[in-house]
C-alpha cells in the first residue's frame, strides 16, 4: 500500500487530510464573524 | 520603571538574545544559515509567523485604535485565513519543489532575470522602508513616555536585533521569536486581567461591555459597501486577503519563516496556527483598549496621552490656553462619569426609559470630552507644528505606567521590545538573504564558496539593519503608527502579489510582458494614492488587477516576441 505523503495526509488524529484542515479554519473563521456580530448585537 | 522593571527590560532582552546566539553558533553553511537546520517543527513556524508579523506597533498602537474607535479594525484581518490556505495549497508547494532560497528565486524560475530582480527590488525598497518603521515606531513612543534619548533607544534596540540575527542567521530568528512572543502574551494577558481588577467596584464584565456597546465601540463588522469607510466586512475580507496573501506570500521575511520548516506538513500547519488565531489575537488586543476606554470612563485620563508634548508645551503657555482646556476637560470628563453612573444605576434598577436617556446624555457628554481633546490638540499643533504623532498610539503605555504594578510594568515595557526585534529581526534576516541570493549571488558573484556566501550574507544583513537604523532616526510619521505600515505594504503588494498570480495561473504570459505591466501597474498605484482618498486596502487589489490585466494585454501584444524566453535565470 502506498505511504501517506506530506501532500497528502497531516499526519494529526483529526482531520486526516489537509482538505479537512482548511475546512476547519473556513468553519471557525465564520464562527468568529458570526461572534463578532452577536456581540455588536448583544451590547448595542 | 523602577530598578524592577529595569532588571526584568534588560535581563530578559539580553537573555533571550544571549541564549539565540549560543544555541546557533556554529552554523556555517548557506542553507543552514538563510533556512535554518530543517528541523523547525510547526509550533515554533507559526509562533515566528506571528512574531514576525505583530511588531511591537501591533501591540502599542492596536490597543489605542480600540480605545478611539472600537473593534472595528479588526476586519482588517478578515481575509488572512483565506489568503493562508491560499498559500498552503499553491504557493508552500511550488516554493518547497523548486527548493528556493527566496520567493524571487522563484519568479526567476518562472519568468526571466529581470523579473526576478524587479520582485526582489520591489521587495527590498517597500520592506528597507518598513523596518526603520518598525523600529521608530515603539522608540518614538517609549523615549517619549520614558524620557529616554530616542537616538538611543533607536539604536540600542536596533543593534541588539542586528547583533543576534547576523550572528545566528535563520534559526535565532525562530528560536528568539518563539520565546518573545512568549513574553509578549504574557505581558498582554496580565495586563487584560489587572485592568478588569482595577475597574470600579461592582462593575461586572457584562456592564462593562454594554457601556462600551452604549458608546459604539463594539461594532466590529460593518457589512455596507461604502468604498470610502476604511473598514467594512468587505474591504477587510477581499482587499485584506490581497494584502495578507501578498504578504504572508511573497513578502520573503513570511516566506522564509515557513520555508525553515521540516517538512511541508510543519509548514502548512504553521501556517494553519495562523489562519486560526489571527483574528482572535487582533481581537483580544482591541478589546484591550476597549476596556481602558471604560477604565477611563471612571478614571480621568489625561486631555493629552502624550504628556511629554503636553507638558513641553504647557511650560510655554503664556496666555493659559492649555491650562484652561485642561480645566474644561476636567468638567467634562465629570458631567460624563455622572451620566455613565446614572446609566448603570438606571439599569440596575430595570428602568428603560431612565437607562435610555441617561446614555443618551452620557453620550453627549463624550462629545463634549471629546471636542475639548480635539481642541487641544489644536492648540498643541498650532504651538508646536512639528509634532504629528497620532495621540491614540499613547494610549497604552500611558495605562500602564498610571495604573499597573511595578513589575507587571517591566513586563510590559518588555513585551514592546520583544515584539519589535522579534519583526525586525524576521525583516533583517529577510532582506539579508534577498540581497545575498538574488542580487549578489544572481549578478555580481556568480561562483563562490558556502563560507563566501554565507559572510557576504551577514554583511547584506548588517547593512539592511543599519540601513533601517539610519531611517528610523530621521523618521517623522504622520499617521498612525499601525496605519503607516499597512498603507506602505498596500502600495506595493498589490503589484507583488500580481507577479506571482501570473506565474503561477498565467503559463502563456512570459517575461518581458509581466516585467513593463508591473512597472506601469505601479506606476498606477502611486498616482491613484496621490489622488484618490479610498480605503488603502483597496490599493492591493487594484495594483494587482492593474497587473496581471496589464500583462495579459501585453503579451497579446509582443505576440510572439514576447514569447521568447529570456536566459535561464
Same mark, same amino acid.
Given at each position: 500500500?502506498?505511504?501517506?505523503?506530506?501532500?497528502?495526509?497531516?499526519?494529526?488524529?483529526?482531520?486526516?487530510? @489537509?482538505?479537512?484542515?482548511?475546512? +476547519?479554519?473556513?468553519?471557525? =473563521?465564520?464562527? @468568529?464573524?458570526?461572534?463578532?456580530? +452577536?456581540?455588536?448585537?448583544? =451590547?448595542? | 520603571?523602577?530598578?524592577?522593571?529595569?532588571?526584568?527590560?534588560?535581563?530578559?532582552?539580553?537573555?533571550?538574545?544571549?541564549?539565540?546566539?549560543?544555541?546557533?553558533?556554529?552554523?556555517?553553511?548557506?542553507?543552514?544559515?538563510?533556512?535554518?537546520?530543517?528541523?523547525?517543527?510547526?509550533?515554533?513556524?507559526?509562533?515566528?509567523?506571528?512574531?514576525?508579523?505583530?511588531?511591537?506597533?501591533?501591540?502599542?498602537?492596536?490597543?489605542?485604535?480600540?480605545?478611539?474607535?472600537?473593534?472595528?479594525?479588526?476586519?482588517?484581518?478578515?481575509?488572512?485565513?483565506?489568503?493562508?490556505?491560499?498559500?498552503?495549497?499553491?504557493?508552500?508547494?511550488?516554493?518547497?519543489?523548486?527548493?528556493?532560497?527566496?520567493?524571487?528565486?522563484?519568479?526567476?524560475?518562472?519568468?526571466?532575470?529581470?523579473?526576478?530582480?524587479?520582485?526582489?527590488?520591489?521587495?527590498?525598497?517597500?520592506?528597507?522602508?518598513?523596518?526603520?518603521?518598525?523600529?521608530?515606531?515603539?522608540?518614538?513612543?517609549?523615549?517619549?513616555?520614558?524620557?529616554?534619548?530616542?537616538?538611543?533607544?533607536?539604536?540600542?534596540?536596533?543593534?541588539?536585533?542586528?547583533?543576534?540575527?547576523?550572528?545566528?542567521?535563520?534559526?535565532?530568528?525562530?528560536?528568539?521569536?518563539?520565546?518573545?512572543?512568549?513574553?509578549?502574551?504574557?505581558?498582554?494577558?496580565?495586563?487584560?486581567?489587572?485592568?478588569?481588577?482595577?475597574?470600579?467596584?461592582?462593575?461586572?464584565?457584562?456592564?462593562?461591555?454594554?457601556?462600551?456597546?452604549?458608546?459604539?465601540?463594539?461594532?466590529?463588522?460593518?457589512?455596507?459597501?461604502?468604498?470610502?469607510?476604511?473598514?467594512?466586512?468587505?474591504?477587510?475580507?477581499?482587499?485584506?486577503?490581497?494584502?495578507?496573501?501578498?504578504?504572508?506570500?511573497?513578502?520573503?521575511?513570511?516566506?522564509?519563516?515557513?520555508?525553515?520548516?521540516?517538512?511541508?506538513?510543519?509548514?502548512?500547519?504553521?501556517?494553519?496556527?495562523?489562519?486560526?488565531?489571527?483574528?482572535?489575537?487582533?481581537?483580544?488586543?482591541?478589546?484591550?483598549?476597549?476596556?481602558?476606554?471604560?477604565?477611563?470612563?471612571?478614571?480621568?485620563?489625561?486631555?493629552?496621552?502624550?504628556?511629554?508634548?503636553?507638558?513641553?508645551?504647557?511650560?510655554?503657555?503664556?496666555?493659559?490656553?492649555?491650562?484652561?482646556?485642561?480645566?474644561?476637560?476636567?468638567?467634562?470628563?465629570?458631567?460624563?462619569?455622572?451620566?455613565?453612573?446614572?446609566?448603570?444605576?438606571?439599569?440596575?434598577?430595570?428602568?428603560?426609559?431612565?437607562?435610555?436617556?441617561?446614555?443618551?446624555?452620557?453620550?453627549?457628554?463624550?462629545?463634549?470630552?471629546?471636542?475639548?481633546?480635539?481642541?487641544?490638540?489644536?492648540?498643541?499643533?498650532?504651538?508646536?507644528?512639528?509634532?504629528?504623532?497620532?495621540?491614540?498610539?499613547?494610549?497604552?503605555?500611558?495605562?500602564?505606567?498610571?495604573?499597573?504594578?511595578?513589575?507587571?510594568?517591566?513586563?510590559?515595557?518588555?513585551?514592546?521590545?520583544?515584539?519589535?526585534?522579534?519583526?525586525?529581526?524576521?525583516?533583517?534576516?529577510?532582506?539579508?538573504?534577498?540581497?545575498?541570493?538574488?542580487?549578489?549571488?544572481?549578478?555580481?558573484?556568480?561562483?563562490?564558496?558556502?563560507?563566501?556566501?554565507?559572510?557576504?550574507?551577514?554583511?547584506?544583513?548588517?547593512?539592511?539593519?543599519?540601513?533601517?537604523?539610519?531611517?528610523?532616526?530621521?523618521?517623522?510619521?504622520?499617521?498612525?503608527?499601525?496605519?503607516?505600515?499597512?498603507?506602505?505594504?498596500?502600495?506595493?503588494?498589490?503589484?507583488?502579489?500580481?507577479?506571482?498570480?501570473?506565474?503561477?495561473?498565467?503559463?502563456?504570459?512570459?517575461?518581458?510582458?509581466?516585467?513593463?505591466?508591473?512597472?506601469?501597474?505601479?506606476?498606477?498605484?502611486?498616482?491613484?494614492?496621490?489622488?484618490?482618498?479610498?480605503?488603502?486596502?483597496?490599493?492591493?487589489?487594484?495594483?494587482?488587477?492593474?497587473?496581471?490585466?496589464?500583462?495579459?494585454?501585453?503579451?497579446?501584444?509582443?505576440?510572439?516576441?514576447?514569447?521568447?524566453?529570456?536566459?535561464?535565470?
Amino acid at each position: 500500500m502506498k505511504e501517506p505523503t506530506d501532500d497528502t495526509s497531516t499526519g494529526l488524529p483529526w482531520p486526516k487530510r @489537509w482538505g479537512g484542515v482548511y475546512g +476547519l479554519v473556513m468553519g471557525v =473563521f465564520v464562527v @468568529w464573524v458570526a461572534l463578532l456580530s +452577536l456581540l455588536s448585537r448583544l =451590547f448595542p | 520603571m523602577n530598578a524592577l522593571d529595569y532588571v526584568i527590560l534588560v535581563g530578559s532582552m539580553m537573555g533571550i538574545a544571549a541564549y539565540a546566539v549560543w544555541n546557533t553558533r556554529g552554523k556555517r553553511d548557506l542553507r543552514g544559515y538563510l533556512k535554518g537546520s530543517g528541523e523547525t517543527r510547526w509550533l515554533t513556524i507559526g509562533l515566528s509567523v506571528m512574531a514576525t508579523q505583530a511588531s511591537a506597533i501591533t501591540f502599542l498602537s492596536t490597543p489605542g485604535q480600540g480605545y478611539e474607535s472600537g473593534l472595528g479594525f479588526v476586519q482588517n484581518y478578515f481575509g488572512a485565513p483565506f489568503a493562508l490556505v491560499i498559500i498552503a495549497v499553491v504557493f508552500l508547494p511550488l516554493y518547497r519543489k523548486l527548493n528556493v532560497y527566496t520567493a524571487y528565486e522563484y519568479l526567476g524560475h518562472r519568468f526571466d532575470s529581470k523579473t526576478r530582480l524587479l520582485g526582489a527590488g520591489l521587495f527590498l525598497i517597500q520592506r528597507g522602508l518598513a523596518a526603520g518603521i518598525t523600529i521608530y515606531a515603539p522608540a518614538i513612543v517609549l523615549s517619549t513616555v520614558m524620557g529616554w534619548r530616542l537616538d538611543a533607544t533607536i539604536v540600542c534596540s536596533g543593534l541588539l536585533v542586528v547583533i543576534y540575527t547576523v550572528t545566528g542567521g535563520c534559526d535565532a530568528v525562530n528560536l528568539t521569536q518563539k520565546y518573545q512572543i512568549g513574553v509578549i502574551f504574557a505581558g498582554m494577558v496580565a495586563a487584560f486581567f489587572v485592568l478588569l481588577a482595577r475597574m470600579p467596584a461592582g462593575l461586572s464584565f457584562g456592564d462593562a461591555l454594554t457601556l462600551a456597546g452604549g458608546f459604539h465601540k463594539l461594532e466590529a463588522v460593518d457589512f455596507s459597501m461604502n468604498p470610502d469607510r476604511r473598514y467594512t466586512f468587505w474591504s477587510g475580507t477581499l482587499g485584506g486577503m490581497f494584502l495578507a496573501l501578498s504578504y504572508f506570500g511573497t513578502d520573503q521575511s513570511q516566506v522564509q519563516r515557513y520555508l525553515s520548516g521540516a517538512s511541508m506538513r510543519e509548514s502548512r500547519l504553521g501556517l494553519m496556527f495562523n489562519a486560526v488565531f489571527k483574528i482572535p489575537m487582533q481581537f483580544f488586543i482591541l478589546l484591550l483598549g476597549v476596556l481602558i476606554f471604560v477604565f477611563y470612563q471612571f478614571e480621568r485620563p489625561p486631555v493629552y496621552f502624550n504628556k511629554t508634548a503636553w507638558s513641553l508645551q504647557a511650560e510655554h503657555d503664556k496666555g493659559g490656553k492649555l491650562r484652561s482646556l485642561d480645566s474644561a476637560f476636567t468638567l467634562a470628563h465629570a458631567a460624563e462619569r455622572r451620566q455613565v453612573e446614572d446609566w448603570l444605576g438606571a439599569r440596575r434598577a430595570g428602568d428603560a426609559r431612565a437607562e435610555a436617556a441617561a446614555r443618551q446624555g452620557a453620550l453627549s457628554a463624550q462629545e463634549r470630552v471629546e471636542a475639548v481633546r480635539a481642541e487641544t490638540r489644536a492648540a498643541l499643533d498650532a504651538a508646536a507644528p512639528g509634532t504629528k504623532a497620532n495621540d491614540s498610539d499613547y494610549v497604552f503605555i500611558t495605562f500602564i505606567l498610571d495604573h499597573l504594578p511595578h513589575g507587571l510594568i517591566g513586563l510590559l515595557v518588555t513585551a514592546f521590545f520583544a515584539a519589535a526585534l522579534s519583526s525586525k529581526s524576521g525583516e533583517l534576516n529577510a532582506l539579508g538573504s534577498t540581497t545575498t541570493v538574488d542580487i549578489y549571488r544572481h549578478i555580481v558573484r556568480r561562483e563562490a564558496s558556502d563560507a563566501h556566501y554565507v559572510v557576504a550574507s551577514k554583511v547584506f544583513t548588517a547593512f539592511w539593519g543599519l540601513v533601517a537604523i539610519g531611517f528610523a532616526l530621521f523618521a517623522n510619521l504622520a499617521e498612525n503608527l499601525i496605519q503607516a505600515v499597512n498603507i506602505l505594504g498596500s502600495i506595493f503588494y498589490g503589484v507583488m502579489l500580481g507577479l506571482f498570480l501570473l506565474a503561477f495561473f498565467f503559463k502563456r504570459v512570459k517575461g518581458t510582458a509581466v516585467f513593463w505591466a508591473a512597472i506601469a501597474a505601479q506606476a498606477l498605484v502611486f498616482v491613484l494614492y496621490s489622488t484618490l482618498s479610498i480605503s488603502y486596502l483597496w490599493y492591493n487589489v487594484i495594483g494587482c488587477a492593474a497587473c496581471i490585466l496589464l500583462s495579459l494585454l501585453l503579451e497579446a501584444a509582443l505576440g510572439p516576441r514576447g514569447a521568447r524566453r529570456a536566459p535561464a535565470p
